[in-house]
């Protein structure tokens, strides 16, 4: 455990290379928790898995809402360790630290630097200096900052005024019998409870609140897999277009239940409940005002689509003629004709019925 010192924010990517630098103390005091991997025992070997694990570790934190974990606000940071050796070696070369990264990018971007920049010293028979490195954003490179100190040139000594800290296991027993849910626990509980391909649950569990969003849909309809599909696919986009956290998504789980539940029972067609869900992320009503208020009732009536089916046959004469000589794939031709009349409003599984019993000898 540590305090944050504050940060230096410098006019251009770097120290040497910035006309001022200003010092931001905004989180200095803040306690920071630091978390070392054991590299001799599960070193990473991959920038591909170096990635994973800080994804994995960052999901983690913000599920037990330790942080919201934002690079670029300085709420989670890495400083990442470099060391390559020819195939075949035994034991670790000196180790290059990198500092400077303020995202994700920028760290993948500094590793890949660093392996290609000291495989081409080790190629040319160089040595690898034990040292820490700065990654300049810009010109996406390591820049030299200062040679590496051990411990000793630290020169750590005791603070008086702070006294030892057992932590014994009866404390972390406790600790771990309170933990909530974990991100893998919370996967394999929906596929379990609702049946949802594991693709679709991995995508609602990467974020905890987006997760939270589904399960609160999911008390409130049957049709889990729709939910699911229309969270990932509609509601998605809505918030990405918009720059958006789904908590600041004007539609509620009821409303966006209610939405799902119509889908399912076809009173609305997927095209009506796209138009809907947008009017829902801007004004925040409920489906069923707004499907009220613009009109937007799906037609069922047997009658209103009998009257549409003998507008599109007549205005497509030869595609009655096609069907007559078993051409059967031209009913959709007709399907589609209806659904334009009706801007979408026409009720499919009313069409198909009635499209069936009107052509039923042919068909």
Request: aromatic share 8%; net charge neutral.
């Amino acid at each position: 455990l540590e305090e944050d010192a504050g940060k230096l924010v410098h006019s251009s990517s770097t120290f040497k290379t910035s006309d001022y630098s200003l010092v931001d103390y905004n989180r200095s005091s803040v306690p920071l928790l630091e978390i070392v991997m054991d590299h001799e025992r599960n070193p990473l070997r991959s920038v591909n898995e170096a990635r994973v694990y800080l994804e994995k570790l960052r999901q983690i934190l913000r599920y037990i809402e330790i942080s919201d974990c934002m690079l670029e606000k300085g709420q989670f940071r890495c400083d990442v360790n470099v060391s390559i050796r020819p195939r075949g070696s035994q034991g670790f070369g000196n180790r290059v630290e990198i500092k400077n990264m303020s995202s994700f990018k920028y760290i993948m971007d500094a590793l890949q630097y660093e392996i290609k920049r000291q495989s081409e010293v080790l190629e040319a028979h160089g040595n690898i200096n034990q040292e820490t490195r700065l990654f300049d954003e810009k010109k996406r490179i390591t820049l030299a900052m200062r040679s590496k100190e051990d411990a000793p040139d630290y020169r750590y000594f005791p603070d008086p005024d702070l006294v030892e800290v057992d932590i014994d296991g009866e404390f972390i027993k406790n600790i771990q019998k309170n933990m909530p849910e974990m991100p893998d626990q919370r996967v394999n509980r929906i596929i379990e409870a609702y049946g949802i391909p594991k693709n679709e649950v991995l995508i609602l569990t990467k974020n905890k609140n987006i997760s939270d969003f589904f399960e609160n849909c999911a008390s409130f309809c049957n049709d889990r897999k729709r939910a699911s599909s229309w969270i990932i696919k509609d509601l998605f986009k809505l918030l990405n277009d918009a720059s958006i956290p789904v908590e600041k998504c004007l539609i509620s789980p009821r409303d966006f239940s209610l939405l799902i539940t119509f889908l399912s029972e076809g009173h609305v067609t997927d095209k009506i409940g796209r138009i809907v869900l947008e009017e829902m992320f801007k004004t925040g009503e409920g489906p069923d005002a707004i499907i009220e208020k613009r009109g937007l009732k799906p037609i069922d009536d047997s009658d209103t689509l009998e009257k549409i089916l003998d507008e599109a046959i007549s205005e497509n004469p030869e595609v009655l003629a096609q069907i007559k000589m078993g051409m059967t794939k031209s009913i959709n031709f007709l399907i589609g004709q209806m659904m334009k009349k009706t801007e979408g409003r026409a009720n499919p599984k009313k069409v198909r019925e009635l499209l069936h019993k009107r052509f039923r000898k042919v068909v």
